[in-house]
């Protein structure tokens, strides 16, 4: 059985020591920026560019990364500006590993469905995020926690952290 996948405009797996910095990533067919299963990555000055009724464009979509950077960066995408996520349910029974040890700031999170959402796919857990100084415009919620039922064990969110975050026209911070 063939199955169509719609790509990522980057997609960086098992990667190290990467930066990206002031490019643009406009019109997605899915996911813009996924790395997974990597380490030490920087992202810098970058935009991400999607129409509203969108679906699955999610600006950034870090999933099982560890030290994680994320610094003035600019969002407007049909679904969320940044999604954390961890595996979905045989990953995480399979190698749970978190996403963990994340520094997202001074990055504008503009009409996504979230502008920062933890899951839905998350369950190697996640872990020590830190949003700071950053500006959500006109999402629907600006912290999103989304999961389901039988995550499992490894399934845990814990110590994040939001200091300096403005929200305006977001209908539900939380």
Known sequence: KYRAWR?????????????VQGLTFRNSPFWNLHPIFSEDL????????????????DGFDPQSCKKIRLLGARFSVGDDCIAIKSGKIYLGQKDPRPCEDIEIAWCAMLDGHGGVTLGSEMS??????????????????????????GRG?????????????RMEGVKAPL
Request: hydrophobic share 35%; glycine share 12%; charged share 30%.
């Open 124 to 149: 190697g857990g996640i872990r020590n995020v830190r949003v700071h100084h950053c500006l959500m415009r006109g999402n629907d919620r600006g912290l999103r926690i989304k999961t389901r039922r």
């Open 7 to 19: 790509g990522h405009l980057l997609y960086l797996v098992r990667c190290r020591g990467v930066t």
């Open 153 to 165: 064990k490894h399934g845990v969110i814990d110590g994040i952290r939001f200091e300096d975050v």
């Open 42 to 57: 920087t992202f810098v000055d970058i935009r991400v560019e999607a129409p509203a009724d969108s679906p699955n464009t």
